[in-house]
T-cell receptor, first 115, second 112 residues
């Protein structure tokens, strides 16, 4: 079974631009979560989607947004990029049903550099 | 909100020795505790997890223990090998929906 796939692997953007990252979950997984990883703040939860609905959100500004499609694929968008948005963005998927005990499985991330 | 502390930040052991990494969580409602291994250039890989109704879980050379009263959980790796070298993260969550709060990571180095 293929794992979580994230594209692109690397991105370089300029301050003020916007960026869209893509994630394809493991087949059959309906929940997709996004995390930001930086050396200073570590791994931080951004948001979680299930059946095209955002179920949970972390403490990030509104410049960070996401969506999920009917095939469970997800995208996250960051607008008006700041230098501090440079990070590894990780997508994770799970079965996600209520009462489910399915763990999170991560992709290899998208490395975003803002100059 | 939930906070997870992880110690030590770095750990060096000789091949064949055991390694122990400890975490403490703050929210008594947390009931799911996974451990992840992250190698350079890759995303975190789940290596073992435990739920609050279980005190200990083993998988070959890896074991995790949970003390709910003290809000501590630990990762034990026995007979370490050079390929165990990586950064290890603990996390805590209320199981549904999953919103993992991660520890700060432990860089484990296993020397041949």
């Amino acid at each position: 079974k293929a794992g979580v796939t994230q594209t692109p692997r690397y991105l370089i953007k300029t301050r003020g631009q916007q960026v869209t990252l893509s994630c394809s979950p493991i087949s059959g997984h309906r929940s997709v979560s996004w995390y930001q990883q930086t050396p200073g703040q570590g791994l931080q939860f951004l948001f979680e989607y299930f059946s095209e609905t955002q179920r949970n959100k972390g403490n990030f500004p509104g410049r960070f947004s996401g969506r999920q499609f009917s095939n469970s694929r997800s995208e996250m968008n960051v607008s008006t990029l700041e230098l501090g948005d440079s990070a590894l963005y990780l997508c994770a998927s799970s079965l996600g049903d209520r009462g489910d005990n399915s763990p999170l499985h991560f992709g290899n991330g998208t490395r975003l550099t803002v100059t | 909100g939930e906070n997870v502390e992880q110690h030590p930040s770095t750990l060096s052991v000789q091949e064949g020795d055991s390694a122990v990494i400890k975490c403490t969580y703050s929210d008594s409602a947390s009931n799911y505790f996974p451990w992840y291994k992250q190698e350079l250039g890759k995303g975190p890989q789940l290596i073992i997890d435990i739920r609050s109704n279980v005190g200990e879980k083993k998988d070959q050379r890896i074991a995790v223990t949970l003390n709910k009263t003290a809000k501590h959980f630990s990762l034990h790796i026995t007979e370490t090998q050079p390929e165990d070298s990586a950064v290890y993260f603990c996390a805590a969550s209320i199981s549904h929906p999953l919103k993992l709060i991660f520890g700060t990571g432990t860089r484990l180095q296993v020397f041949p």
